[in-house]
């Protein structure tokens, strides 16, 4: 067998393994299920990735993140390493289509996501297959416990029961000691083999800044250094406007969801290349992407949890140099995490609502549904049920990360078509027009209602069935219309639902609306617990960060925010009292206009403050504000 050095070498010309990247191999080879815990960018894919290779079958690999697996089929390809996703069928193609190439081709490693694992009749096809080793990655979306749970992933448990002794490879960047813990319940591993890295990443230095100048805070920053950066936003909006701020001043470029993919190609490239220094970016970019040289991430505010916080400023450093973490907050910031991500819990009476207008707007019938693909135009469903737009969205983005549906945002042109004349009057004007009477015949055999009735008939699905061009079958369509055979009505559609359960309301929504409140009361204590993270300046913050994952800190780190970790510059301590007294003499001030104001730096100013807080010397008033107390 070729040892798994040579294969490393051979495939991704490195020398060496990362930690523990060897180890979690030879486990999985042994035949244990395993329990892999690596940093961001430590290397999880090549855990199953070297194990593909050096047995026959297949390696299953169960992700929920879609645009991730297409990623690394394009990298195994570019490899010579074959690999497939099983993804949406396009029209004219099933998902039985796909199996079967499974069966034929010679592919050593296959993604899905837990909810195609869901559908029985994809599980039935599966375990047929010569897979060696089942792997999850993301796992810790099995957790109920942690912040980024994913119901379907409870199916994986099922679907690994039907295997024969097939050891399965659980793989995360984060995990808390109950969250590892419901992993090893949930996915049923036994007497699994834990791999554990260190969740310390002692290069990273750890920067929490409240302030209420973050433009301000921010240019600071860049000014120190000119390296490739990373800043991130937490919504579209600001995003662009920060970019907007910095453009003058820097190569900036600003990457979020909403960019179509080539947008989101070419700027990627261009950061990878260091043509572009700095990118401006919501959540949607950093997941798959390995820069090694990033000097800095900065957060312009609180990401929504610890475990976000971690994985997002592990994208600094990677090549092991000193690289700098930096959050700026404020804490009307914690106000708006409250209302995105609390809010984003629809009550029970908005969702049963919201369901059954779509179930309508689609004309999906009791028990129907089930692995059918609609299309729809999402301000005319809200327009035309009177619902609010918000509200609807996260309805639908709630129910996506339940399982019931997959939905896609798109632009999507279709066509509503009319036949005026009846069937008798278009087969003599078909036989005048001999080159268009294929494509017409093969239309009514793939909508054959459609000369009783309206229809709206799809592009896509009639190029690949008739073996037509799209803008063949539109000139078809358009002369037909212009000879007044036809009506044509043009449909924009920018919404697309893959239902993935046959419509059973109240039952399917039930549980649903039950793991909804759960979610609701853990994603306050997430919140929180990095509020508790941020406000307190006494503590270390490295320390705090490692004891959430359940990792000790002997001493301190001597290089974070903290005020006890010892950045104390060597200033007149004495002097800096004096100042300090005479300001509260005279009013209140908050700890940012005393380091405004004061010519000390905000280390020691800090240390006072808390030093003098501790002893009951000051106190803080309802707006935040030092003050002495009155004796």
């Not at 490693?109 to 869901?118: G, K, T």
């Not at 179930?359 to 609609?374: K, S």
């Not at 508790?532 to 006494?538: A, K």
């Amino acid at each position: 067998m070729i040892s798994a050095e040579t294969l490393l070498q051979k495939h991704w010309g490195f020398d060496r393994f990362r930690p523990f990247q060897k180890e979690i191999i030879s486990s999985v080879l042994e035949g244990k299920d395993t329990l892999g815990l690596l940093p961001t960018g430590g290397g999880k894919s090549i855990c199953y990735q070297i194990p593909a290779l050096m047995k026959e079958g297949i390696v299953l690999v169960v992700s929920p993140l879609i645009a991730l697996m297409q990623d690394q089929v394009a990298q195994l390809k570019q490899k010579k390493i074959p690999a497939m996703m099983l993804e949406r069928p396009s029209p004219g193609q099933s998902l039985t289509d796909q199996l079967d190439n499974l069966d034929y081709g010679p592919y050593k490693i296959l993604f899905l996501s837990p909810e195609r694992l869901q559908n029985s009749d994809v599980a039935q096809r599966l375990v047929r297959l010569p897979i060696h080793l089942l792997a999850v990655d993301e796992a810790h979306c099995v957790s109920e416990w942690g912040p980024d749970f994913r119901p379907a992933f409870l199916a994986i448990k099922d679907f690994r029961e039907r295997l024969s002794n097939v050891p399965l490879l659980a793989l995360t960047a984060s995990a808390t000691p109950a969250v590892l813990e419901d992993m090893k319940t949930k996915l049923a591993l036994t007497n699994p083999v834990l791999h554990r890295a260190s969740f310390n990443r002692p290069n990273l230095k750890y920067r929490i800044e409240k302030t209420n100048d973050k433009v301000g805070g921010l240019l600071k920053r860049l000014s120190l250094d000119e390296e490739p950066c990373i800043v991130y936003c937490r919504t579209r909006n600001k995003t662009e406007t920060l970019y907007q701020q910095l453009k003058t001043q820097h190569t900036v470029a600003f990457f979020h969801g909403g960019l179509d993919e080539v947008e989101k190609k070419e700027r990627l490239e261009s950061w990878l290349q260091q043509d572009t220094r700095i990118m401006v970016a919501t959540l949607a970019f950093g997941m798959g992407i390995d820069k090694s040289n990033v000097r800095q991430v900065i957060h312009m505010s609180p990401p929504e949890s610890i475990e976000h916080y971690y994985q997002e400023t592990g994208r600094a450093g990677r090549d092991g140099k000193s690289a700098t973490a930096t959050l700026f907050w404020a804490y009307n910031d914690f106000d708006s995490l409250q209302k995105q991500f609390l809010n984003a819990f629809p009550a029970k009476k908005e969702l049963t609502l919201f369901y059954k207008c779509i179930c309508n707007h689609l004309q999906v019938a009791y028990g129907e549904g089930n692995e059918a693909t609609y299309y729809f135009n999402f301000d005319e469903f809200c327009t035309h049920y009177g619902l609010s737009r918000a509200k609807t969205m996260q309805a639908i983005q709630v129910l996506d990360r339940e399982g019931l549906w997959r939905w896609q945002s798109l632009y999507r042109e279709k066509v509503s078509l009319r036949f005026l004349a009846n069937s008798k009057e278009i087969g003599i004007w078909l036989k005048t027009r001999n080159k268009r009477t294929d494509f017409f015949q093969h239309l009514w055999r793939v909508y054959p209602r459609i000369l009783q009735q309206n229809q709206e008939i799809d592009f896509e699905l009639l190029a690949n069935t008739s073996g037509l061009s799209q803008k063949k079958i539109v000139k078809y369509l358009k002369e037909a219309h212009t000879d007044g055979w036809l009506e044509l009505s043009w449909i924009k559609n920018d919404s697309c639902l893959e239902w993935l359960h046959a419509r059973e309301e109240p039952y399917i929504l039930a549980p649903i609306i039950h793991r909804l409140k759960k979610r609701r009361e853990q994603k306050q204590k997430k919140i929180d617990a990095l509020y508790e993270f941020c406000s307190s300046e006494g503590y270390c913050k490295r320390k705090r960060l490692l004891a959430y994952f359940g990792e000790k800190l002997v001493g301190s780190c001597e290089d974070c925010t903290a005020v006890s970790c010892g950045q104390t510059p060597n200033e007149n301590l004495e002097a800096l009292k004096k100042d300090l007294t005479e300001c509260l003499q005279q009013k209140p001030w908050s700890s940012d206009r005393l380091v405004q104001h004061l010519p000390y730096s905000k280390e020691n100013i800090v240390l006072v403050l808390h030093e003098w807080a501790s002893v009951g010397h000051i106190t803080q008033n309802t707006n935040y504000q030092w003050e002495l107390k009155k004796s």
